[in-house]
């Protein structure tokens, strides 16, 4: 069975989970009315995001392709949370730009201690890399998609039913620190961005992308 998720293709990916979750700020992504409402493909270039710190609830994982602007495919694993709370959060991605050369868009937000938090609810990441110390909490490892913990919430009853028995995992909560990761897409329900700066800068590498 294959699921369109607005532009995004769902096809049958294999691929070995392991116990991983990672979050993200998506420039210009914040829908009202709940993950993925909107239609939309891939841009066919990713991005890198840092995190202090990310406390999330409801985590489910599987793997998928997401589909380019172009239609190349692209493998990635989807982590999914009912809501989520970031601490120094960082996101860049690098643009080229004509007789300039590499121009860097840098998003920074949560850095403001106790209460200024990057909050998210229906959080769906697209990612193919992730760097990170993690804490689970009543994780569940190898279950078919379809069946998932109504109690967790965090994929809509539509992905489920066409994700059917695809490889799987949840958790109840998940704590990570020190997240690196490169993300392809993000996608939220609800997006606060407490202390957000977004900047731009000359050149690429380390010295002004997140890492």
Not at 3 to 23: D, K, N
Not at 108 to 126: F, P
Not at 142 to 159: I, Q, W
């Amino acid at each position: 069975m294959e699921l369109v998720r607005g532009g995004t293709r769902w096809r049958r990916f294999a691929v070995v989970m392991v116990p991983s979750v990672a979050a993200t700020a998506a420039i210009g992504v914040a829908l009202a009315q709940g993950a993925l409402a909107a239609s939309f493909s891939v841009s066919g270039q990713n991005f890198k995001v840092t995190a202090k710190t990310l406390h999330g609830n409801g985590l489910v994982q599987y793997g998928t392709v997401d589909v380019q602007h172009g239609g190349k495919a692209v493998p990635v694993v989807v982590s999914a949370f009912s809501d989520a709370t970031i601490t120094g959060l960082c996101q860049s991605v690098v643009i080229p730009a004509p007789f300039i050369g590499d121009v860097t868009m840098k998003l920074t937000a949560g850095n403001g201690g106790k209460g200024h938090e990057v909050t998210a609810k229906n959080l769906y990441i697209d990612l193919d890399q992730l760097d990170a110390d993690a804490t689970f909490t009543d994780i569940n490892i190898g279950v078919a998609a379809g069946d998932t913990n109504k109690k967790y919430a965090a994929v809509e009853p539509s992905v489920k039913e066409a994700a059917g028995g695809e490889f799987a995992q949840e958790a109840r909560i998940a704590d990570l620190t020190d997240v690196k990761q490169t993300a392809w897409a993000t996608s939220a329900g609800t997006f606060k961005l407490a202390g957000l700066s977004l900047r731009l800068h000359r050149g690429s590498g380390p010295d002004v992308e997140c890492y």
